[in-house]
């Protein structure tokens, strides 16, 4: 039925709830017996029989489904910073509270908050290779006047390692003690967690890129000797910093960025809230999706399943996302029953 056949709604809108349809019906004939939607788009189309009856559709837009075409999906990003609309399919809801309409998150509101509001200096890099750009930043990063201007970092910088042509970057917080001894980042036990996740994926480390928001240890009372203690860094270190991990993002462009742990995602997205808030969809930085998920760390904190669970949770929507193969055995992974 068209906008012109006697119906109330507008044409577009009828189209948005057709393709939507004909989305769900592909997750069905995929064999799929449930899909969830996330807060936002079931508030969306609680108000719709509202929005027909006052004429008003035009304000709504069209839920974006899954399940299409990565090239597809990837051409519609949500703004700067702001989760992206989706349908969701196999996942169980994961047990969050969700938002008041009247309490906006963050990045409701453009420019207040979010990567609109924050001015990150754009940096030059030299080289014809990813590799060789790569490495004219760590170079840059390496005088970092603004990050040792602080004088709250250690000194030894740990930057990145991995492929520089990786589809899937991971980026952590600040290197630790193990981090700052060898160099690179994630080496010690979260980064062995990462590594585990990693190959559960069937992946190789050497497949991925590893970075983080802040390339310097953070300090302990500003004594030389801190022995394997470590910190999370400040939004002051990771303001001082960012701009290489996005210098990075411009050079490797990966399809998918996964940011480990409340802190990255503050750093990397200008949000902040709990890993718990914003886990499980993706976040659009730079057009790139960004799943933000449970850092390594808390993994190892964490004795019970839950946390493994959910953080398997959110790399299969990462491997969905990344068209990779996914087995019924890696499905099954955690699952409840
Ligand atoms: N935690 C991080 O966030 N980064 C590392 O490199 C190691 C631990």
Redesign the pocket.
């Known amino acids: 039925m068209t906008g012109e056949e006697g119906g109330t709604a507008p044409l577009h809108l009828k189209e948005a709830l057709t393709v939507f349809a004909q989305c769900l019906e592909h997750q069905q004939r995929a064999g799929r017996k449930s899909v969830w939607l996330v807060p936002e788009v079931r508030e969306q189309l609680k108000e719709l029989p509202n929005l027909i009856r006052r004429g008003a559709a035009a304000a709504v837009p069209a839920p974006e489904a899954e399940t299409p075409p990565q090239k597809e999906r990837r051409s519609t990003p949500a703004p700067e910073g702001r989760p992206r609309a989706a349908v969701r399919e196999e996942v169980p809801p994961p047990q969050r509270p969700e938002r008041e309409s009247a309490a906006p998150a963050p990045w409701d509101e453009p420019g207040s908050a979010g990567l609109g509001a924050r001015k990150i200096e754009p940096l030059q890099t030299r080289g014809e290779t990813n590799a060789e750009k790569i490495a004219s930043l760590a170079e840059q990063a390496e005088h970092c006047a603004a990050c040792r201007g602080l004088g709250t970092l250690r000194d030894i910088m ?1 930057f990145s390692v991995g492929n520089p042509q990786a589809e899937l970057m991971f ?6 003690f ?2 700052e001894k060898q160099r ?5 036990p ?2 062995q967690k ?1 590594t585990q996740i990693i190959q559960a994926m069937g992946l190789k480390r050497e497949d991925i890129y ?4 802040v390339k310097f240890r953070p300090k302990i009372d500003g004594v030389k000797f801190q022995g394997p203690k ?1 910190r ?1 860094p400040t939004r002051e270190e990771m303001d001082a910093a960012v701009k290489y991990v996005m210098a990075e993002i411009d050079v490797i462009r990966p399809k998918v960025i996964v940011a ?2 409340a ?2 995602a503050e750093g990397l997205l200008d949000v902040e809230g709990s890993v718990g808030q914003m886990r499980n969809q993706f976040y659009s930085l730079k057009n790139i999706p960004v799943m933000v998920t449970y ?3 808390y993994l190892l904190r964490q004795q019970g399943l839950r946390g493994r669970r959910m953080v398997w949770e959110d790399m299969l929507m990462v491997m969905e996302e990344l068209g990779l193969p996914i087995s019924e055995k890696q499905r099954g992974y955690f699952s409840k029953s």
């Open positions: 740990v980026v952590g917080e600040a290197p630790g193990e981090e690179e980042p994630f080496v010690g979260a980064g990462l590893i970075s983080n928001i470590n999370k480990l742990g802190t990255a850092h390594p760390s």
